[in-house]
DNA sequence: CCTACCGATCGGTAGG
DNA sequence: CCTACCGATCGGTAGG
């Protein structure tokens, strides 16, 4: 057993955080999950508040990266969006403790890096926005619906997919992926 | 100045467990807003646990309430899907603090109430899901799309309003609720 | 609903 | 990373 390192601990502080919550999780709780005491925590990292930071800032990066990727490798707006959906959908199940932490315990973070969590969240919904748009333009999508709400809807549904999707369920992720991005495109009107 | 009754207390409480967590909230806390002594609590109720369950219990009753209400007045399927998606929208921005607290707190109630509470949502999910079938046996919703995703990311959808709508903004409550019907049923395709 | 507490637990530190 | 702590705060109670 070779000694841990701040990596180590910011995932068991996601781990801790994602199932019992920011202010649910004591020092001694994450201690006890790693192997070691409450009071050893600190020979890697500040305090408590700094390990918060540390998970949603990894959750945060996580995501831009994805929309990066999507655009990168899309070819069109449909694709695109496709990319996004993929790529959300792969991040939170990847990531599932950095990612519940940063979509439940953001309001959490001191001031400072509450503002710049924000700011990044929104210049990734953003891409969304512009995807849907962009689509609207060349006549892809309906020009009639209001692209930032169906971006609200859509990351509303993504951001809820790690409660109860399972890798042994009837849909696999790619699959899950493209059935969202099918409701998105036709819901419940035209067959997809 | 009169007494507080139990009631209050409940309410002061919801908006403490919506706004900092259930486990973010002390009784002092709770006391303070109230303006009383945080011991001064246990005249009203048993403990914090407590405090939890008659919260969540308000919010789940709510939903309940609202299905029902769906289910009487409605005359076919895509009018009770909208009256669902009404009501869920005006269940979350009434009752914000018991709805958050049901919806991001449940976790950490008592096994015996937490299991009560997630049977009272399945069998309101239960709801959304036999409304859109019933549609599809008809005809008036697309057959090959899978109810029970459906469901879930119409939920999901509704479930996040609170988290972004603002009654000063463009739309109003019935218009959002009409372009979320609009959104299930026709996604970005057939025009509105 | 307040006064006056209780033991337990909290985040965090000094020194090794 | 542990030992041995610190003051502050926690949920909760007895008695009025």
Redesign the interface.
């Known amino acids: 057993m070779s000694r841990l390192t701040r990596d180590d601990i910011i995932t068991g502080a996601g781990n801790r955080f994602a199932s019992?919550?920011?202010?649910?999780t004591s020092m001694r709780d994450l201690g006890e999950d790693l192997g070691i005491l409450g009071s050893s925590i600190y020979a890697h990292v500040g305090g408590k508040q700094e390990l918060l930071t540390a998970v949603i800032d990894r959750g945060s990066a996580y995501f831009e990266a994805s929309a990066n990727d999507a655009i990168e490798a899309a070819s069109g707006p449909r694709d695109q969006l496709n990319r996004l959906i993929s790529g959300h959908i792969n991040v939170v199940l990847d990531h599932r403790a950095e990612t519940r932490t940063y979509l439940?315990e953001t309001e959490?973070l001191p001031a400072e890096d509450h503002q710049r969590i924000v700011a990044a969240r929104s210049s990734y919904e953003r891409t969304f926005v512009d995807c849907?748009a962009g689509?609207q333009e060349i006549g892809v999508?309906?020009?009639?619906?209001?692209a930032r709400?169906?971006a609200?809807?859509v990351l509303?549904?993504l951001?809820?997919v790690d409660r109860?999707f399972s890798e042994q369920g009837r849909?696999n992720r790619k699959e899950l992926a493209t059935?969202?991005t099918g409701?998105?495109?036709?819901?419940?009107?035209?067959?997809?």
Chains 1, 2 share one sequence.
Not at 141 to 146: G, K, M
């Open positions: 019992h919550g920011y202010h649910g439940s959490f849907i689509g999508f309906d020009r009639t619906a209001d709400l169906v609200i809807y509303s549904i951001n809820a109860w849909l059935d969202i409701f998105v495109v036709s819901g419940l009107g035209a067959s997809r």
